[in-house]
């Protein structure tokens, strides 16, 4: 069973409307949690970073949160663009260990 | 923008044939990571090193080997390619201190 479940699996939205994807992990103890875009047949690219004792972080319209009690994390998108149809991958890294665990992602495909 | 390398970006081969995808990362990291993420699935572990001449197997059991000569390289090699290595491969690079990981553009290989 996959530790880290990503919400919902696909996702369409018109350009200009918010969305929030949702990434639930089960990981423990819990070191980091990453939010990466990933374009399809790219590699793919740091949006965001937390720890433990980060409840919220930015990166432009790109608004990611973390409950370490309830092992939930969102990723926020504002007034979205074409350019983020994407896939979105939440990644959590356990406490002293090399290993990241990679949710599914959620595809988001964003229309004019 | 990640200064992590990988060639060929496409490399369609034979069954039977050697080949071997190129990774180099100009950051100084000492951590290095294969995955391979077929359409549409998450990233598997296949291959990690922790520095020069360390190299250790991930989660995913492949038939891949690596190599890891100097930090800068993880080289990754097929003895004799066959239809079902048909994937993308994807080449990671992080600091010890693991806070971000940056990732190569991916080789997608076809073998037919």
């Known amino acids: 069973k996959n530790q880290v479940e990503q919400s919902p699996q696909s996702l369409i939205i018109l350009e200009g409307k918010n969305c929030t994807l949702q990434c639930n992990y089960t990981v423990s103890p819990f070191s980091n949690l990453r939010w990466y875009k990933q374009d399809t047949g790219r590699g793919p690219v740091s949006l965001t970073i937390?720890?433990?004792?980060?409840n919220t972080k930015s990166n432009g319209r790109y608004t990611a949160t973390l409950d370490a009690d309830t092992k939930q994390s969102s990723l926020h998108i504002t007034a979205s663009q074409l350019s983020d149809s994407a896939s979105y991958i939440c990644?959590?890294?356990?406490?002293?260990?090399?290993?990241?665990?990679f949710g599914t992602g959620t595809r988001l495909k964003v229309l004019a | 923008e990640a200064d992590i390398y990988q060639t060929p970006r496409y490399l369609v081969i034979g069954t039977g044939k050697k080949i071997t995808l190129e990774c180099s990362q100009t950051?100084?990291?000492?951590?290095m990571y294969w995955y391979q993420q077929d359409p549409g699935m998450e990233l598997h572990l296949i291959h990690y090193?922790?520095?020069?001449?360390?190299?250790e197997k991930g989660d995913l059991s492949s038939e891949s080997t690596v190599s890891r000569i100097r930090t800068e390289h993880f080289p990754l090699t097929l003895e004799s390619a066959r239809p079902s290595h048909t994937s993308q491969y994807l080449c990671?690079?992080?600091?010890?201190?693991?806070?971000?990981?940056?990732f190569g553009q991916g080789t997608r290989l076809t073998v037919v």
């Open positions: 090193s922790y520095g020069v001449n360390s190299t």
């Open positions: 990644v959590v890294t356990g406490a002293g260990t090399y290993k990241y665990i």
């Open positions: 937390m720890t433990f004792s980060e």
């Open positions: 990671a690079s992080s600091t010890q201190g693991d806070t971000e990981a940056f």
């Open positions: 950051m100084g990291h000492d951590k």
